[in-house]
């Protein structure tokens, strides 16, 4: 037996949660606390050594651009200069999500995204969860509250719609090993450096795939169950019926749960003819407020200005988007003209309206599939979890808490706060209220009971 595997035996060790997210990765740590008292659950401020917006925040991005890669923040600052002439990679999460995963990872990525060809998506993703392997190593070293040991943590991941026994469980692992001896070979230059050579990483890359590293995967953790789990990490009583609403970058995910077992041994049980994805996510209000700007630019413009300022509105939408939502207006400029667009120019946009549409008709349908399995259980109540991004946005709260005629006043429906009870009274909660909802994922995910297909080791 490896000595991490005897660790997570006997108890001792402890364990990291990634969530490698379509628009930002997360990781979290769950510890014995120093104390011994009950466990230390945190997310880690892995985006504080690179100038990401947020700490805890890293955004899935990278830039292939010019004989360099970028990672994160620094890849969409680089990808924002007028001379960059790659497109921004993001949503690499999706490449896991392919029909075959092995096909869709040998594949090149788009000359668009990668002029060199020397990259297929596997190195895309094997270069990132090593970047966010060195940069959690490096967090867990700057928090105190952390013992040394803590950089030997045991592993988990969270997996999004793929089911736990299906082919992406174990590339995810492998991925995990080849990472972790990417990040061996190039130890801090994967975060000092401000990007990486593409001869280097190539090298790095081969040398990975034909001799791994352990990458300590534990195990993978639905994504959804791992959102629940978070709001009860600390609870003394966990509901009997529980729909999460995760709406994140890319997807918006739907899974139901039923409260199973007593005392210890209580656990959440999936309700599987409830659980749905629908390929839409905040990334949707980001296209159509980038259609919104294109719509305003003077016809008359030639087709060369069009495409550059449609290439400068991709990289910023998300910080469009958060702008417009936070003060009810945004900007952007192209050839010297300022255009604004106010959140009831979205509201009143056919395209935001066919989405929304989409969300609450995919949420109608989740919900009246919990509440026929609770009435016939003879339960009272549903518990609606909201998580991701997503759930900070005002229609969507609506909407969780007006599911219109679904309920039939058969049933009473709960809609939780966006930040569950354990972190409201925490030191942190000033500082992580307006996130807490895309971290849910991570922190679920390393506190949550194993189910036996989930585990690796
Ligand atoms: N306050 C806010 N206002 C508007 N949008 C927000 C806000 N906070 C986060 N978002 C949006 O939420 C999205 C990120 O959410 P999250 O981190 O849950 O997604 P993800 O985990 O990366 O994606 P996925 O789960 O689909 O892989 C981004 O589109 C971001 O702009
Ligand atoms: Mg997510």
């Not at 466990?39 to 925040?57: D, M, Q, R, V």
Request: include cysteine; charged fraction near 25%.
């Amino acid at each position: 037996m490896s000595d991490v595997a005897e660790q997570v035996q006997t108890g001792a060790l402890w364990r990291t949660c990634v969530d490698l997210g379509t628009s930002a990765s997360k990781v979290s740590v769950c510890a014995r606390a120093q104390d011994g008292r009950g466990p230390f659950l945190h997310p880690l401020k892995i985006g504080s050594f690179t100038g990401e917006p947020n700490p805890y925040l890293v955004q899935s991005a990278m830039l292939f651009d010019r004989d360099r890669i970028h990672f994160g923040i620094r890849a969409t600052e680089a990808a924002s200069h007028e001379e960059c002439i790659s497109e921004l990679l993001q949503s690499f999460k999706m490449f896991l999500a392919a029909r075959d995963v092995e096909e869709s990872l040998s594949l090149k990525l788009k000359r668009t995204t990668d002029p060199s060809n020397l990259f297929t998506q596997r190195d895309a993703l094997t270069l990132y969860t090593a970047y966010v392997l060195s940069l959690t190593e490096r967090a867990i070293k700057r928090e105190p509250r952390l013992s040394n040991d803590a950089h030997i943590s045991q592993r988990r991941y969270a997996y999004p719609i793929w089911g736990p026994d299906t082919k992406a469980n174990a590339v995810v692992a492998r991925l995990f090993d080849e990472a972790q001896a990417i990040v061996t070979e190039l130890g801090g230059d994967l975060v000092e450096a401000d990007s990486l050579a593409f001869e280097v990483a190539r090298a790095s890359l081969d040398r990975a795939r034909s001799k791994p590293g352990f990458g300590r995967v534990e195990a993978g953790v639905f994504e959804a169950q791992a959102a629940s789990e978070c709001h009860f990490a600390f609870a003394t009583e966990i509901p009997e019926f529980v729909l999460v609403f995760d709406m994140g970058a890319g997807t918006t995910d739907f899974a139901s749960f039923r409260r199973a077992g007593d005392g210890a041994a209580r656990h959440l049980e999936e309700i599987l003819v409830a659980r749905r994805t629908l390929a839409l996510g905040c990334d949707e209000i980001d296209n159509v407020l980038v259609a919104m700007f294109i719509d305003k630019t003077p016809k008359a413009s030639p087709a060369s200005v069009k495409r550059a300022f449609w290439k400068r509105l991709k990289v910023r939408a998300r910080q469009l988007k958060e702008t417009l939502f936070r003060e009810g207006v945004c900007h952007a400029t192209s050839q010297g003209k300022k255009m604004t667009i106010r959140l009831n120019d979205l509201y009143r946009d056919k395209g935001f309206r066919d989405f929304k549409a989409s969300l609450r008709g995919a949420y109608q349908d989740c919900l009246s599939r919990v509440l026929r399995e609770a009435l016939a259980a003879g339960a009272q109540r549903v518990d609606v979890i909201p998580a991701g991004g997503g759930a900070m946005l005002p229609f969507v709260q609506n909407m969780l808490s007006s599911p219109g005629a679904t309920l039939r006043g058969q049933m009473r429906l709960r809609v939780h706060p966006n930040i569950p009870g354990w972190i409201e009274n925490g030191d942190d909660a000033d500082r992580l209220g307006p996130i807490f909802p895309q971290l849910a994922v991570s922190l679920g995910g390393a506190i949550a009971p194993l189910r036996p297909s989930e585990a690796h080791f």
